[in-house]
């Protein structure tokens, strides 16, 4: 269960193993340069960064970077409601997907960052 505690991405990036440092960092790059303006919220207790449209999680979040030990997990709050013509999401719950993540090439590949971009777009219209 989450404690509530937030921080900076860096010490998100301190939890998470050495190797999975530079995907991180490459997400949050693809992210920013798709959305200049948007609201980071690092959750420790999450062991994420949410980036929304404003900071309330569930609501304005519409992605997130979570590390693991061996991948990075690019994660969706309306993950369901997503175009994915090329199957990278993954996930069985109500809402949420995410893609995993095992290199730079992928963070920065082109459909990651469409479905960045459709996520953004969803949260943006549902306001």
Known sequence: MADGKFGSFADLEALAENEVRP???ALRGVILAVHPDAVEVV???DRAATYGVGPK???EGYCYVMPQKAWVNLGFYHG???RDPDVLLEGTGKRLRHVKLHDTDGCFSP???TLIEAALAERKAAF
Do not use: D, I, N
Request: no cysteine; aromatic share 0%; hydrophobic share 55%.
């Open 111 to 113: 459909e990651v960052r």
């Open 23 to 25: 995907l991180m960092a």
């Open 80 to 82: 369901v409601s997503l």
């Open 57 to 59: 999680k569930m609501s």
């Open 43 to 45: 959750r420790l207790g």
